[in-house]
């Protein structure tokens, strides 16, 4: 078996979006594959039929987008689009299928209800003089709401859509309600019978800044009326129908800021609620185990038989748990769940190893359904339990292939980022291709990581302190353990969080021989104003904001350490990461210039924050092999 390689990365498939037919027979599932001549990601659908035990593709235009069920468990898909319409196929067994309809909007969202009737959210076609307007008018942006870009869209166009009713027997749309700026929906769900609708709506000031708190509405689709249920107290996550009810997943903020775990409520039609989950129940919702070798959309709640359904990251793992409208709690997957779908009692999922991408496993099962095993060699994962800052914390340590425990070995440390995500022990590409080149790679979820609690995630206005000592506490244990590491060549690197710790760290201490800072933060104070989430996130995890607390801003900011930096230090950032912009990773690398210390910085033009994650390949691969060549020029 062949070591891991940089570009083995051009040859996985990438599972994700799994949905199930109403009558369990089809699972409907995306995969994702790397084009490097094309530089570009080609995505199709597949369909896992649970009769037969087989996989078989249904699309070949490269670029699937949206797709449901209909009644009869055929499998509709959005084929093409074109100038004045969408084009949508139906397949009942293997092939492309034949058209069903055609939709005379941009359709981004569709969902089969009941008989010929579908939900759809969708905007209008653009007409001829709309896109002349926006040729002759790309020279300059107009600015008028904050935030005023996010990460992976750029400057944000406030497009008017809509939620429709689609009739597909006579080809016949009725509005449900308008989503635009005035009208700003984050996510809306019909109840059984669709006469009612339940949806997030964001909050503006009059000067146009969005508030981290939504508002809940009740929507009355007969009378076409909406109802508000509960005004700015929380920012949710999830909210549908469940028995004559409504549950909802949401966090007021109150404990632990912007990265709050949230709780689980029960609400009437009138507005009444009340919190079913325990007041212990402390958990980190989604899947935030970090990966490079993820991609695409993945489910984090359902309602099937009068229960909530949802992924949890709890220490080191994502679970899939449930929970009844009386606060009965039940796990369901005590394994890693990177997405699922369930049918009745039935529950099918994916799930990532060690030495795997994610696979198609069904619950009480021993049965892998669809197998995604990594072909090359994959090194092996130690872990060990150490004491932090009054916590218990995980140690990871990838070995090198063909290890000698005789022998000395370069190392590297990883920090992950958010600082909300974790590490885990399944499969990352660029640390085991490390580990294949010789490299020990070890890392660990200091404070502020997810899957601990409110507690353990919550280092406001405290970054660079308890975090950097978990850190430094974790590489004396692990030289300790492992006395294989050679302490006079250690590198450190991390991307966004960790690329701020990695900032961090060699303003602090000069026990690191190569550092690589990645879509860094540097500094807080500039960041405020440009990030498109800095308005809010950053006041908020430094406790402090530029004209009453500017010192304490500062003070844990990078950047003001960085005249002490001697660490020879790569930065990589891209200059449409709108997340931690451009100038985060120039003002280091300005420093340590003028400070006369070995740098260099790649730009990567057209890329964003994800970069490492969904970048195009040929940036995948160029970022990754830049990383490699500096750190063995440093540490080999």
Not at 125 to 141: A, H, I, P, T
Not at 144 to 156: E, K, Q, S, V
Not at 246 to 251: E, L, P
Not at 536 to 549: C, L, M, R, V
Request: proline share 2%; with cysteine; charged share 30%.
């Amino acid at each position: 078996m062949s070591k891991t390689k940089i570009k083995d990365i051009l040859s996985y498939d990438f599972l994700s979006e799994l949905a199930i037919s109403d009558d369990g027979t089809k699972i409907s599932y995306k995969k994702t594959k790397a084009n490097y001549d094309a530089d570009k990601y080609e995505t199709d659908f597949w369909i896992y039929d649970t009769k037969d035990n087989k996989s078989y593709p249904v699309t070949d235009q490269k670029d699937a987008s949206i797709s449901t069920f209909d009644k009869d468990s055929n499998f509709i898909y959005k084929y093409k689009l074109e100038d004045k319409k969408d084009i949508f196929n139906i397949i009942d067994g293997p092939g492309i299928g034949k058209k069903i309809f055609e939709i005379k909007k941009d359709v981004s969202y569709i969902k089969w209800l009941k008989d010929d009737l579908f939900l759809i959210k969708a905007s209008d076609k653009k007409s001829e003089e709309e896109k002349n307007d926006e040729k002759e008018n790309k020279y300059f942006k107009e600015l008028t709401t904050l935030p005023f870009w996010f990460n992976g869209a750029g400057y944000i166009k406030y497009e008017s859509s809509a939620y429709y009713f689609y009739n597909a027997k006579n080809d016949k749309l009725e509005k449900i309600i308008d989503s635009n700026f005035d009208n700003d929906i984050s996510f809306l769900y019909l109840n059984d019978d669709n006469s009612k609708a339940i949806y997030a709506k964001a909050n503006y000031s009059k000067s146009k800044v969005m508030d981290m708190r939504e508002s809940l509405y009740l929507y009355d689709i007969k009378k076409k009326e909406s109802k508000l249920l509960i005004d700015t107290k929380f920012s949710y996550y999830y909210a549908n129908f469940i028995e004559d009810k409504i549950i909802f997943v949401a966090t007021d903020m109150k404990k632990g800021g912007i990265n709050e775990d949230a709780f689980i409520y029960i609400s009437d039609y009138k507005g009444s609620y009340e919190k079913i989950s325990a007041d212990d129940f402390d958990m980190s919702f989604g899947n935030s185990l970090g990966t490079d070798a993820r991609f695409g959309a993945v489910r984090t709640f359902a309602i099937e038989n009068d229960r909530l359904y949802f992924v949890v990251t709890e220490k080191e793992t994502t679970k899939l748990y449930s929970i009844d409208t009386k606060g009965d709690l039940r796990k369901e997957i005590d394994q890693e769940v990177e997405d699922f779908a369930i049918n009745n009692d039935e529950i099918y999922y994916l799930s990532m190893g060690r030495d795997s991408l994610s696979e198609l496993k069904k619950r009480d099962s021993d049965k892998t359904l669809i197998e995604n095993k990594i072909e090359s060699k994959v090194s092996n994962i130690d872990t060990f339990e150490f004491e932090s800052n009054g916590d218990t914390l995980t140690g990871f340590i990838v070995l090198p292939s063909k290890f000698d425990k005789n022998k000395k070995y370069p190392t590297l440390l990883s920090v992950h980022g958010g600082p909300k995500t974790e590490f885990g022990d399944i499969f990352h590409h660029e640390h085991q291709v490390f580990a294949n080149d010789g490299y020990i790679v070890i890392y660990t979820n200091p404070h502020g990581a997810s899957g601990n609690g409110v507690k353990f995630s919550d280092i406001r206005g405290k970054y660079g302190d308890i975090d950097y000592n978990d850190l430094m506490n974790f590489v004396d244990l692990a030289i300790e353990k492992y006395p294989q590491i050679d302490t006079e060549n250690i590198g450190i690197y991390g991307g966004s969080y960790g690329g701020f710790m990695t900032n961090w760290a060699i303003g602090h201490t000069d026990r690191f021989k190569a550092a690589c800072a990645q879509r860094s933060i540097s500094n807080w104070t500039s960041f405020y104003g440009v990030s498109d989430i800095g308005y809010y996130f950053g006041s908020d995890q430094t406790n402090a904001n530029p004209w009453e607390s500017l010192d304490k801003m500062w003070d844990q900011s990078p950047i003001k350490y960085a005249d002490r930096a001697k660490t020879p230090t790569l930065f990589i950032h891209s200059d449409e990461d709108y997340r931690c912009p451009l100038e985060q990773g120039l003002q280091m690398y300005t420093k340590l210039k003028l400070n006369e210390i070995d740098t260099k910085m790649f730009v990567f033009h057209g890329e964003n924050h994800e970069l490492s994650r969904s970048g195009k390949p040929h940036a995948r691969i160029k970022r990754l092999k830049e990383i490699k060549k500096w750190f063995d020029g440093y540490l080999k």
